[in-house]
C-alpha cells in the first residue's frame, strides 16, 4: 500500500511488517498535512492519495485518523452504527432468530396492551426492528480504564472487528508512550496484520521496525529504511 501527495518526493510505502513514520519539521507543513488529510476523511477534497495493488482506495471510509489520543472515542456514532448492525445481522441468524422473533413478539404484546388503556386512540408503528431496540437501550462499548497503551490497543480492535479500516493514523503518538509501550504496540500490529501510520512533528528516536520518511525544516526528505528485528518479547 502506498499514501501519495504532490508534495512528496516518493510515495511513502505502508506494509504490515513495519511502521510507516512521517516526521514533518515544518510546522506550517505538518499543520496543512493534518487538515488536509481531516478534510478528506470527511469527504472532502484533498491532494492525498491512497492506493494498493494499483487501486486507489477510499480515505474517507478506510482510514482512521486519532489526532487527540487522549479523546479516543469508541462510542462515536460511525463506529456504533457498525456494532448495531452486526449484531442485528447476527440477532437474525440461525441461533438467535427465534429469540429475537420471540422478543418482538412479546413487546408488540406489551404495547398493544398498554395502548388500549389509553384513554384516547393511539398507534404505534407494527414493524420493530431489533437495531431500534439496540439504540434505544444504548447499547455501547464498555471503554477500558488501563494504560495509554491498552486504550489505544482497544481501539484498534474495535475499529478493526467493525469498521475494518484499511490504515490507522495517529497524530504525535510517540510524544506519549515510551519506547518500551512503542514495541508492544508494534508486536501487537504485526501480530494482527493492521497497517500503521505516525504523523509526528517533533524528533524522536527510531526504533528499528520503522520505515521512517523526514521532511526537515526546509521540506527536504530523508527516508531511512526499517531494520527486521524480533519484538516477541515485548508482546
Same mark, same amino acid.
Given at each position: 500500500?502506498?499514501?501519495?501527495?504532490?508534495?512528496?518526493?516518493?510515495?511513502?510505502? @505502508?506494509?504490515?511488517?513495519?511502521?510507516?513514520?512521517?516526521?514533518?519539521?515544518? #510546522?506550517?507543513?505538518?499543520?496543512?498535512?493534518?487538515?488536509?488529510? $481531516?478534510?478528506?476523511?470527511?469527504?472532502?477534497?484533498?491532494?492525498?492519495?491512497?492506493?494498493?495493488?494499483? $487501486?486507489?482506495?477510499?480515505?474517507?471510509?478506510? =482510514?482512521?485518523?486519532?489526532?487527540?489520543?487522549?479523546?479516543?472515542? *469508541?462510542?462515536?456514532?460511525?463506529? *456504533?452504527?457498525?456494532?448495531?448492525?452486526?449484531?442485528?445481522?447476527?440477532?437474525?441468524?440461525?441461533?438467535?432468530?427465534?429469540?429475537?422473533?420471540?422478543?418482538? /413478539?412479546?413487546?408488540?404484546?406489551?404495547? %398493544?396492551?398498554?395502548?388500549?388503556? #389509553? !384513554?384516547?386512540?393511539?398507534?404505534?408503528?407494527?414493524?420493530?426492528?431489533?437495531?431500534? @431496540?439496540?439504540?434505544?437501550?444504548?447499547?455501547?462499548?464498555?471503554?477500558?480504564?488501563?494504560?495509554?497503551?491498552?486504550?489505544?490497543?482497544?481501539?484498534?480492535?474495535?475499529?478493526?472487528?467493525? =469498521?475494518? !479500516?484499511? *490504515?490507522?493514523?495517529?497524530?504525535?503518538?510517540?510524544?506519549?508512550?515510551?519506547?518500551?509501550? *512503542?514495541? #508492544?504496540? %508494534?508486536?501487537? =500490529?504485526?501480530?494482527?496484520?493492521?497497517?500503521?501510520?505516525?504523523?509526528?512533528?517533533? /524528533?524522536?528516536?527510531?526504533? !528499528?521496525?520503522?520505515?521512517?520518511?523526514?521532511?526537515?525544516?526546509?521540506?527536504?526528505?530523508?527516508?531511512?529504511? !526499517?531494520?527486521?528485528?524480533?519484538?516477541?518479547?515485548?508482546?
Amino acid at each position: 500500500m502506498i499514501l501519495s501527495h504532490r508534495s512528496f518526493e516518493n510515495p511513502l510505502e @505502508i506494509s504490515e511488517d513495519a511502521v510507516s513514520v512521517l516526521r514533518v519539521e515544518n #510546522q506550517k507543513q505538518l499543520s496543512a498535512y493534518i487538515s488536509e488529510l $481531516k478534510q478528506q476523511l470527511g469527504g472532502g477534497a484533498g491532494n492525498f492519495i491512497l492506493s494498493e495493488g494499483g $487501486k486507489e482506495i477510499d480515505i474517507s471510509n478506510r =482510514v482512521i485518523m486519532a489526532i487527540d489520543v487522549f479523546s479516543l472515542d *469508541l462510542n462515536e456514532r460511525s463506529i *456504533l452504527n457498525k456494532l448495531y448492525s452486526k449484531m442485528s445481522t447476527e440477532a437474525h441468524d440461525e441461533t438467535n432468530y427465534l429469540l429475537t422473533s420471540e422478543l418482538i /413478539s412479546h413487546l408488540e404484546k406489551y404495547l %398493544y396492551q398498554i395502548a388500549k388503556q #389509553q !384513554p384516547f386512540p393511539i398507534i404505534f408503528s407494527e414493524n420493530i426492528e431489533i437495531i431500534n @431496540i439496540f439504540k434505544l437501550a444504548e447499547v455501547r462499548f464498555l471503554l477500558s480504564e488501563d494504560s495509554l497503551l491498552e486504550k489505544v490497543c482497544d481501539f484498534v480492535t474495535v475499529c478493526a472487528n467493525y =469498521v475494518k !479500516p484499511k *490504515l490507522f493514523i495517529f497524530v504525535n503518538l510517540k510524544n506519549f508512550l515510551t519506547k518500551d509501550d *512503542l514495541m #508492544q504496540l %508494534y508486536s501487537f =500490529v504485526f501480530y494482527n496484520k493492521h497497517k500503521l501510520l505516525l504523523i509526528e512533528g517533533t /524528533s524522536s528516536e527510531t526504533i !528499528p521496525c520503522e520505515r521512517t520518511r523526514i521532511i526537515d525544516a526546509d521540506r527536504c526528505e530523508i527516508e531511512l529504511l !526499517p531494520v527486521n528485528i524480533n519484538y516477541s518479547e515485548h508482546s
